[in-house]
């Protein structure tokens, strides 16, 4: 596997568990690379099923959600499922004004994220 | 409503580039911390002076050498102001898509500008849209 900056994966049978390596998520060179990190996991390493964990994520700018948004697509063209957890109440707060909620499965802890794959 | 005596101004021409966006925004948000804001309110600015930084940066001088962002920041008891004017041509907020459309859900246009308006108490375009001027009252001891 490439050497990975931005995220760290874990992966637990089927199930991909992301990390990210940035607290704050704004720099546009960062966000691409973690944009090409994470289509990298779908496309190149063929991993269906991917949980990303914003645990330690104090911060993601707007242009943070457009990459989760391609990176949804990506998983959903390949007939996986993205699921999100671990998002401390201010990122919730954005999820939810921008509806972004609606598209995007968010569960609490990693355990429910696990869990919530159904597999 | 009379003007706020202001604890703290700050105004500085930055270059079109991102890490001095950056840099300006830092100094901002560390002057607030030590005026004691937290928690969610300072997110909220962190938030809309990171979109609007963006904008003026990214979409308004396109990031060229040549052109620079007016960057003026002030501090009152429980207010923080912010102007960024940029030189690029301007937008017109009110033509972007509303991002929480079912069919634009998915689109990458139009998040920032709508994250400013619903997190901060009021926000203001210029006739050309080539600045924003946007502040933020922070509720004091609401629970207490």
């Known amino acids: 596997m490439a050497g990975k900056r931005r995220i760290s994966v874990t992966d637990v049978g089927e199930i991909s568990v992301v990390r990210f390596s940035d607290r704050k998520i704004v720099d546009s060179a960062n966000i691409e690379e973690m944009g090409e990190e994470l289509s990298s996991l779908v496309e190149k390493e063929k991993r269906k099923f991917i949980l990303l964990n914003f645990e330690t994520v104090e911060f993601l700018s707007s242009a943070a959600l457009n990459t989760l948004i391609r990176l949804d697509k990506k998983v959903k063209a390949a007939g996986g499922k993205l ?12 999820f939810k004004i921008t509806r972004l909620d609606r598209v995007f499965q968010i569960k609490k802890t990693e355990a ?7 597999l | ?3 706020p005596i202001w604890n703290w101004v700050h105004e500085e021409s930055i270059p079109s580039s991102l890490d001095a966006g950056h840099k300006a925004i830092d100094y901002l ?29 990214k979409h308004g001088n396109k990031e060229s050498p040549d052109k620079s962002v007016a960057v003026r920041f002030r501090i009152a008891e429980n207010l923080v102001w912010i102007q960024l004017t940029d030189q690029g041509e301007g937008f017109n907020p009110e033509a972007l898509p509303d991002p929480t459309d079912e069919e634009h859900l998915d689109q990458p246009h139009g998040r920032g500008v709508m994250l400013i308006k619903e997190l901060m108490t009021g926000v203001h375009y210029n006739e050309r849209g ?14 207490e």
């Not at chain 1, 699921?83 to 919730?92: A, D, N, Q, V």
């Open chain 1, 83 to 94: 699921i999100m957890c671990g998002l401390r109440s201010e990122i919730m707060e954005v």
């Open chain 2, 1 to 3: 409503m009379s003007e």
């Open chain 2, 29 to 57: 948000l560390n002057t607030l911390t030590s005026y004691g804001w937290d928690g969610r309110e300072y997110f909220h600015v962190q938030m809309a002076i990171e979109e609007a930084m963006v904008n003026a940066i």
């Open chain 2, 130 to 143: 080539n600045q924003v001027t946007m502040h933020k009252v922070r509720q004091v001891d609401a629970g």
């Open chain 1, 112 to 118: 429910e994220g696990t869990t919530a794959f159904g």
